[in-house]
């Protein structure tokens, strides 16, 4: 089975929404599918055919999570940066400058599950990411993104 890396926060976020799934949407869904099926006729009955979709989506999602936990590699970031000898690794943080714009940026490097760029998570499978992975800081890395060549300088590298 393949290993999908994930930070231990990502897992976590996935553990958590698992929890409220099963803890506190699937009882609240089997709730309105009672409800609905009290007021009868079942073809006609639009609370209950809505109930029983969400019932489908929210056991897809929890299978969804299920299977991302049971195949997720947990990667220490802290553990994996002392082994890293400054090189940039997954989970490591990293300070950018944007060598054409001047622009400053912070990026980490998670798993494609956790990624979101707004929040400068970004994903290890990413042209940026991938450019970045065994670099150190002062480096510099030229990438081809979808708005074309930039020119990145890794500023700093954390593993925290």
């Given at each position: 089975?393949?290993r ?5 926060t ?16 699937r ?9 609905a099926?009290?007021?009868?006729d079942?073809k ?9 979709e969400?019932q ?10 299920e299977?991302?936990l049971?195949s997720?590699?947990?990667i ?16 490591a ?5 944007d060598?054409d714009?001047?622009?400053e940026f ?8 956790e990624?979101d760029?707004k ?8 042209p940026i990411?991938?450019?970045l ?5 002062g480096d ?5 993104v ?15």
């Amino acid at each position: 089975m393949d290993r999908t890396p994930l930070t231990e926060t990502g897992a976590e976020a996935l553990r958590d929404e698992l929890k409220r799934l099963k803890k506190v949407e699937r009882p609240r869904i089997v709730a309105a599918i009672e409800e609905a099926r009290a007021h009868g006729d079942l073809k006609e009955n639009a609370e209950y055919h809505a109930a029983k979709e969400e019932q489908g989506f929210n056991e897809g999602r929890i299978a969804e999570i299920e299977g991302k936990l049971a195949s997720a590699q947990i990667i220490d970031v802290a553990r994996a940066g002392a082994q890293a000898n400054g090189r940039v690794v997954f989970g490591a943080t990293l300070d950018l400058a944007d060598e054409d714009t001047g622009e400053e940026f912070t990026y980490q490097i998670v798993g494609e599950d956790e990624a979101d760029i707004k929040r400068g998570m970004l994903s290890f499978a990413s042209p940026i990411a991938r450019a970045l992975i065994g670099k150190t800081e002062g480096d510099v890395v030229e990438v081809e993104v979808p708005s074309g060549q930039r020119t990145l300088e890794i500023v700093k590298v954390r593993y925290a």
